[in-house]
């Protein structure tokens, strides 16, 4: 059988001599499997519909769900990618309009762009089944950008589509305003489930909660529907999420339709990033659209830069990336779905199901992070039916090399559990003081639906012993962060234009946007001028040169509180919460061959970024700290000692499973009588991520050391697949390295010296004046002689 899209793709592939192939593998099609919609007790306007419209019946999953969600079970479809799950949320939406006079229904996106995505499907829909387009307002979108029409939507909206930072700062935070739509409230859709995850999905699930808590307050129990097409232990994350019990109908149950794929595996000999610009640039020259996945919004902005203007001037390439105004991302969307814009350089925020057409193929630059990323970008091809290719290109970093010598390992990994913390300290005052305004009354909070965390947290209130400004604060919505641990974005100012260029968090600005830089947006180039602090605004002039700058950052980390800790010779792990601090030096800006043009000392005004969350560490001491670093060949043990931790950092996945890396940071804090090397959570407060490396630094680092000695670059400098650092030009000693390992890993397999684990309520604020353990860490009384976990002797000051 012919496979025309499939065969341009490998041509293409073919004509870059640097990119080969290390797995290669044919996802055959497969037809529907169908079910006829006639046993759904369902409107007949609505049965009439189905019947027209799906002829071959619906796909079996899709029965499935809508007859659970119909019979009142909260519902989630875990089906694969273009299963035709939204479907299975509109329906009984739907069917509850044509029903009751009076039902209402809410849908909840992640992004404004799904919403944007379904309401016209919504309105389609509404047409074919009453043969009229829906009254004004009857379906709409409530996600920021009505403000002229909010007062009609609320009064005549009968379906919402919103997302959760509206639901949270624009609808819960107006209890008395929404009373009849929240009474009459029938159905609740959560799309795209797997990305309310790590600080996004912790708050989220306080935000469903409280949208749980009011509803039942105005006399209604919703039916909540969800949908993701890459989860694992969906049931349990979606308890975590909202504190209901779910009917998942699974990937068995799947009844899709599905087209040809074809997958490859690449590694080449250039840049893994150049590698996937020329093969985007050659697949755009062979008519073939495609995404083209970066990992990072920074790498999507430079690939563009770097792609020649004669291919540049026709707009047939673009950038898609958060941060980008709403107007700019829709025209990109539109423009995809015309076959005007071919390829698109993105971030993961095209991962989800936006409708953009039929695309022929997938880019991914690096290996995707987690395997749910893998699998919803693999997912953008081979919809309804139609074939498509996925090429993964992999970086040069060890865990991109571990992966392309043990493929099959790689392809064969479930996806993994997702992290939700419902006992981050932060989220739950913020969410709890939201929820009191809402409940009127501390005595009227419904502590069933909210859960024992907050419970406890409300008892730690009346004792007097949890307090935070939220709680006084007249401006308690405007404070909960959401999204970001700061919740205060920039907007980037353009000298002279009007409207804003876009917005960054202050985490990215450090990196991105800072004084004196050159940032880019949508392949143009700009100079940040200053940033206004008390505006929340960057200022910007538009950049003629082709330079580029590059920022020192430099960090720290302080232990604030020990919650578990394990000695063996000369080594300690500990669990923790710390305060990582980052901090601006300085600034080089670079022509394009590299060559320095200007450096910029010092911090340019602007203040450090300081993240309390939880780590854990690793603590090389006296006397093997001295033993090791006198067997180093080169003898400068820093650069070792931070090889090692970025590659702890880099290969924690492999080990824990594959986790989102925007998650997690890896630092090393070396002194001249030992060396710390940290795993954090990159979260406000944390999300348990980090803290299972406690259980697990010796098989880490056996990983790390299978690495280095099992790479063939040959050479004892290494490579980026190794111990060559693709940030750094300095060099270290894959021997050296190997010593480094040799000498600690063999301690893991020995009986430790001591082992405490601390009682620690994590929802109480940490002191920064507390008296700690010079030893151990644990915490002490002020007037503490001995410490009581470990017997060392404290001295006074």
Not at 156 to 163: S, Y
Not at 340 to 365: M, P, Q, R, W, Y
Not at 556 to 571: A, D, Q
Not at 708 to 730: E, H, L, M, Q, Y
Request: glycine share 6%.
């Amino acid at each position: 059988m012919a496979h025309p899209v499939i065969d341009m793709a490998a041509a293409s592939l073919a004509r870059i001599s640097e990119l080969s192939i290390a797995y290669e593998n044919d996802h055959q099609a497969a037809p529907g499997v169908y079910v006829q919609p006639d046993q759904l007790k369902i409107d007949t306007k609505v049965q009439s519909y189905l019947r027209r419209c799906y002829p071959q019946g619906l796909f079996r999953h899709q029965f499935d769900a809508i007859s659970a969600a119909l019979s009142g079970q909260h519902t989630l479809v875990s089906t694969p990618t273009s299963s035709g799950k939204s479907l299975v949320f509109s329906i009984p939406a739907l069917h509850a309009l044509a029903t009751d006079d009076n039902a209402t229904a809410m849908f909840i996106y992640p992004q404004k762009a799904l919403a944007n995505d379904q309401l016209g499907k919504l309105e389609g829909m509404y047409n074919a089944i009453w043969n009229r387009p829906p009254a004004r307002f009857l379906i709409s979108r409530y996600d920021g950008g009505d403000r002229d029409h909010r007062r009609e939507i609320r009064e005549r909206g009968r379906i919402i589509l919103t997302n959760p930072d509206m639901l949270h700062l624009a609808i819960l935070s107006n209890s008395k305003l929404w009373a009849t739509f929240m009474r009459n409230l029938k159905y609740v859709v959560i799309d795209e489930a797997h990305v309310y995850r790590g600080m996004f999905g912790s708050s989220v699930s306080y935000v469903f909660r409280r949208l749980r808590a009011m509803a039942k307050a105005h006399g209604a129990n919703p039916v909540f529907v969800s949908a993701s097409a890459t989860i694992k232990q969906g049931h349990d994350h979606l308890k975590l999420l909202t504190g209901l019990d779910f009917n998942e109908i699974g990937p068995e149950r799947d009844g899709s339709m599905k087209g040809h794929r074809r997958i490859y595996l690449l590694k080449g000999t250039e840049h893994y990033w150049q590698l996937g610009r020329r093969l985007t640039q050659t697949l755009v020259e062979s008519d073939i659209s495609c995404l083209t996945f970066c990992g990072s919004r920074k790498v999507a902005e430079l690939l563009l830069d770097d792609v020649p203007e004669s291919i540049r001037r026709d707009d047939r390439i673009k950038v898609y990336r958060a941060g980008i105004a709403t107007e700019e991302r829709e025209q990109i969307e539109s423009d995809l779905k015309t076959g005007k814009v071919k390829a698109v350089f993105c971030t993961s925020a095209l991962e989800l199901g936006i409708d953009i057409g039929a695309l022929n193929a997938v880019v991914c630059v690096g290996l995707p992070p987690t395997m749910m990323s893998l699998w919803q970008r693999a997912g953008r091809v081979g919809r309804s039916g139609n074939e498509g290719v996925i090429f993964f290109i992999a970086a040069d970093t060890p865990i991109d090399s571990y992966y392309v010598e043990h493929p099959n390992e790689l392809f064969a990994r479930e996806t993994e559990p997702l992290a939700i913390n419902l006992q981050n300290r932060r989220l739950l005052c913020h969410h709890l003081a939201c929820a009191i305004d809402e409940a009127g009354e501390e005595n009227l909070l419904d502590f069933e639906i909210l859960g024992p965390h907050a419970r406890h947290a409300m008892d730690l209130r009346h004792q007097n012993r949890l307090n935070h400004d939220v709680f006084y604060s007249g401006d308690k919505y405007s404070m909960t962060p959401i999204r970001t641990a700061d919740n205060q974005n920039y907007e980037l100012i353009v000298d002279g234009q009007e409207r804003a260029l876009g917005d960054i968090d202050y985490w990215h600005m450090l990196r991105e946007a800072y004084p004196k830089a050159i940032y880019l947006h949508s392949g143009r180039r700009y100079r940040v001028t200053g940033v206004l602090q008390s505006r929340k605004e960057i200022k910007l002039t538009i950049e003629r040169s082709r330079n580029r700058t590059i920022p020192l950052i430099l960090k720290s980390v302080k232990i604030r509180r020990p919650r578990r800790v394990i000695e063996y010779s000369g080594l300690k792990v500990l669990d923790a919460e710390i305060l990582v601090t980052e901090s601006l030096a300085g600034v080089s800006e670079k022509k394009p061959d590299g060559t320095t043009v200007q450096k910029y000392e010092g911090n340019q005004n602007i203040g450090p970024y300081r993240l309390p969350t939880e780590g854990v560490s690793l603590e090389i001491c006296q006397p093997l700290f001295l033993i090791i670093n006198g067997s180093f060949r080169d003898g400068m043990p820093r650069p070792v000692y931070e090889t090692i931790t970025r590659l702890m950092g880099s290969l924690f996945p492999v080990i824990l499973g594959p986790c989102d890396t925007q998650d997690y940071g890896a630092f090393c804090d070396f002194k001249d009588t030992r060396a710390i090397l940290y795993l954090y959570d990159q979260v406000h407060d944390g999300i348990e991520l980090t803290s299972q490396a406690f259980e697990h630094m010796g098989r880490l680092l056996q990983t790390v050391k299978d690495r280095i000695s099992t790479c063939d670059c040959g050479v004892d400098k290494g490579c980026f697949r190794c111990v060559r650092n693709p940030d750094d030009d300095a060099e270290v000693s894959r021997r050296d390295c190997l010593q480094l390992l040799n000498g600690i890993i063999p301690m893991f397999s020995r009986e430790p010296q001591n082992s405490q684990t601390f009682n620690v309520d994590v929802l109480l604020e940490v002191s920064e004046s507390a008296k700690q353990c010079s030893k151990c860490r644990a915490p002490l009384p002020a007037a503490a002689i001995f410490c009581m976990a470990c017997g060392e002797k404290i001295l006074g000051e």
